[in-house]
């Protein structure tokens, strides 16, 4: 079973940073791509950032360009989004995924990733 393990969450003021660490762990398992997304109540899940593993090509949502990086550690076997200048409509529950395999489509949505991890709460207060 793979497990997908986030960190960093927190509650922190408008205009500061956070960043969230995910790190895989279990059996063994294909990588194509890892991403993040985020969940407020009552909406659904969004795409936020994703990377390609092999060759490190990046996306990430227009609302968070130029305030979230994503990126990895391959030593660590760890992807990290790094978030600045957090603004209280970032609020929400960051969700990891990992996509297995290129199959079909790409990165951007929800039903494209096979494994999840529990979430982490980020709060922003204005």
């Known amino acids: 079973q793979v497990q997908l393990v986030e960190s960093g969450g927190g509650l922190v003021q408008a205009g500061s940073s956070l960043r969230l660490s995910c790190a895989p762990s279990?059996?063994?398992?294909?990588?194509?791509?890892m991403g993040w997304f985020r969940q407020v109540p009552g909406k659904e899940r969004e795409f936020v950032a994703a990377?390609?593993?092999?060759?490190?090509?990046?996306y990430h949502a227009d609302s968070v360009k130029g305030r979230f990086t994503i990126s990895r550690d391959n030593a660590r076997n760890t992807v990290y989004l790094q978030m600045n200048s957090l603004k209280p409509e970032d609020t929400a529950v960051y969700y990891c995924?990992?996509?297995?395999?290129?199959?079909?489509?790409?990165?951007?949505?929800?039903?494209?990733?096979?494994?999840w991890g529990q979430g982490t709460q980020v709060t922003v207060s204005s």
């Open positions: 279990g059996r063994t398992f294909s990588r194509y791509g």
């Open positions: 995924a990992v996509k297995a395999s290129r199959g079909i489509g790409g990165l951007l949505r929800t039903y494209e990733y096979d494994y």
């Open positions: 990377m390609v593993w092999s060759d490190g090509t990046t």
